[in-house]
């Protein structure tokens, strides 16, 4: 069982790019969720999906969507890359909203 | 505005000896409130759960604590190890949330 996949692991990208980082898991999770990390800063919620259909806005969800087609995939996608955004993204889930979450092993997103 | 608040920001002792994280926090409603482990390069990985009834839970070496009344909670680490190097997060559930401290970074030396 893998539990929760992102994909890639590390990226250097362009400003002005569009990125997806992708998320899989294949626990039968309900809710997903996105955070990045920045140093010095608790994770901080960009979107979350309490079940497949539904997404919703976190704290800082400005400059990223999310889709959640079907319940293992979790896709982040960054419409036009800025320097601010580089950050650690991790991708996690749980079995109903607000119960233990499970993360993955994190994006190192660099944009230049 | 809810929020979590961890100290000390970050603390190196020597292996075999034991330690204190604290976490403060402001959050309402309060559901429950977890403690995490952050190797680095990897994600957080959940250590132990508390409920508001609850007021110590431990797992192996690690022993949490909550004081629901003054919204406080520490997390003991007994006999530290080399492992034990890694970030602490605190997080609090107000709902179907979660509210994450900024942790704090623990280096344990031989």
């Known amino acids: 069982i893998a539990g929760i996949t992102q994909a890639p692991t590390s990226q250097i990208l362009a400003a002005g790019r569009r990125m997806t980082l992708r998320c899989t898991q294949d626990m039968r999770h309900n809710a997903m969720y996105w955070y990045r990390q920045d140093l010095g800063l608790g994770l901080r919620l960009i979107h979350y999906?309490?079940?497949?259909?539904?997404?919703g806005k976190g704290e800082v969800p400005d400059g990223y969507s999310v889709s959640r087609a079907n319940t293992d995939d979790f896709p982040l996608t960054l419409a036009s890359a800025v320097p601010s955004q580089t950050s650690v993204y991790f991708c996690?889930?749980?079995?109903?909203?607000?119960?233990?979450?499970?993360f993955g092993q994190g994006t190192r997103l660099t944009v230049v | 505005k809810n929020q979590v608040e961890q100290s000390p920001q970050s603390l190196i002792i020597l292996e075999g000896k034991n330690c204190t994280l604290q976490c403060n926090y402001t959050v309402s409603p309060f559901s429950n409130l977890r403690w995490y482990k952050q190797d680095t390069g990897r994600g957080p990985v959940s250590l132990t759960i508390?409920?508001?009834?609850?007021n110590t839970k431990s797992n192996g070496r690690y022993t949490a604590t909550l004081d629901a009344d003054t919204k406080q909670s520490s997390l003991h680490i007994t006999a530290s190890q080399l492992s034990d190097s890694a970030s602490y997060i605190c997080v609090v559930t107000p709902g179907q949330n979660f509210v994450f401290g900024p942790g704090t970074r623990l280096s344990v030396l031989p």
């Open positions: 999906s309490n079940t497949a259909g539904t997404t």
């Open positions: 508390m409920t508001f009834s609850e």
């Open positions: 996690a889930s749980s079995v109903e909203p607000g119960t233990e979450a499970f």
